[in-house]
Every structure is written in C-alpha cells, then in structure tokens.
C-alpha cells in the first residue's frame, strides 16, 4: 500500500542534542513538508520541498534543518538551538502541479517528540 | 495576509445530532478550500475539498461548500456518529502547494 511512513512513534530528546525523525514516501510525490503541532495552535510549517535536493523555509524554521537527496526520502533534524522542541511533528506530501492547483496532502502518523 | 478561523471547541454533541463546525477564511487571491480531520494519535487525513466559488465538496456524510460572499467554508453532517469524534482541519491553499491550517476544532459524539 502507499503511503507516508514517520519513525519512530515516541522520541526522547536530552538537552543539548540533535535529533533527527524520518519521513519516507512511496506514493512518488515530488512535494514533501514537515509541521509542528502543539495544542490550540494548529498546524504550523517548519519546511518543504517541491523537489529533489532544494527546500524552503516555512513559518518555523528556526532550529531545525532538512535535507532532500531523493525523491521519497525527507528527514528532520531538530537542533539544540530549539529551545521549546517538545511537540507533535507531521510530514505529509503531495503532488506538485502548478497547472492543476493546490492539491490534497497526504499525512504520515505523526512523531511525538519529548524533552527528557 | 491569508488566514483561517475556526471556532473554538469542543463541540459536543449526541450521536445523529446535527454537525456544523464554523469556517471563515481571509485570502488575497482565489484559493482551493480543504477540510481535513485528525483521529486520535494520527496524521490527517483529506475529508473533502473544493477549487471554486459554489463548489460543494462532500465524502462520508460531511459536506462544505466554497461561500465566496461571506468567506466561509462551513463543515456540516445531518447525522453524526461516536465514530466522527475527532479534530477538524480547515485549510486553504494555492497552486503553491502551501496549505494555511485553522487551529482545529475539537468534536465529540456521546452515544
């Protein structure tokens, strides 16, 4: 089946370390993104990527980084230069078409990240 | 800029009671128009969209249609089930592939 795969489930984060969570795609979408959610605010974009090796900053970039090699692959790293990095993390991807619009993303099941 | 309003929840409501779950939207061109719902422990998943003024999008009981008039995309459902209780997404988007999320609006269906 496609779909969206985040790993792990839970990850504990000690002060001071990087942390990076993982994001594959079979779905064969060009567009991959990753949000932040924390209660009674919604979803907000740290970043996303409509191609292979290129991505921009979203609403909430600082102190997390990305990198894009391949088409299905999208990973997240959270920096020890974020401060506040407890939160539920969503990548999701989607098809790029301008001509067409905007169109639907697909979600993985979320990473719950916590600080130790 | 372009924002998105929900109303606040949760709404609480009895199975086959009447859903509605306000959605107003502030855009500076014409945007596509999502609804999108999130189970317990899950990602999202698309509920309906639609592309244009007057279109009505549905899927699963749930419809919303695109109120240019009154920049509202308002969810609704005749008969809901404990089955439906989830948070709601409403979202809007251009061919930009970025999409601006609502907060969230929170729904559970008592027996």
């Known amino acids: 089946d496609g779909g969206i795969t985040q790993s792990p489930k839970y990850l504990f984060r000690k002060e001071g370390q990087n942390v990076t969570l993982s994001c594959e795609q079979n779905?064969?979408?060009?567009?991959m993104y990753w949000y932040r959610q924390d209660p009674g605010q919604g979803l907000r974009l740290i970043y996303y990527?409509?191609?292979?090796?290129?991505?921009q900053k979203g609403d909430i970039a600082e102190g997390y980084s990305v990198s894009r090699e391949k088409k299905e692959s999208f990973p997240l790293t959270v920096t020890s230069a974020q401060k506040n990095p407890t939160a539920f993390y969503l990548c999701?991807?989607?098809?790029?078409?301008?001509?067409?619009?905007?169109?639907?993303?697909?979600f993985g099941d979320g990473t719950r990240l916590s600080i130790l | 800029g372009d924002s998105v309003t929900q109303m606040e929840g949760p709404v609480t409501l009895s199975e086959e009671a009447f859903l509605t779950i306000n959605c107003t939207y502030t855009a500076t061109g014409y945007p596509s128009l999502f609804w999108y719902v999130q189970y317990p422990g899950e990602g999202l998943q698309l509920l309906l969209k639609?592309?244009?003024?007057?279109d009505k999008g549905s899927n699963k009981g749930f419809e919303a249609t695109y109120r240019k008039e009154t920049t509202s995309f308002h969810l609704e459902k005749g008969s809901v089930q404990v089955s439906d209780s989830a948070v709601y997404f409403c979202?809007?988007?251009?061919?930009?592939?970025?999409?601006?999320f609502g907060t969230g609006t929170r729904l559970q269906v008592f027996p």
């Open positions: 999701a991807s989607s098809i790029h078409n301008p001509l067409r619009g905007n169109q639907p993303q697909h």
């Open positions: 639609a592309t244009k003024a007057d």
């Open positions: 979202a809007l988007g251009y061919n930009t592939d970025k999409l601006i």
């Open positions: 779905l064969n979408h060009d567009a």
């Open positions: 990527s409509q191609i292979v090796n290129d991505f």
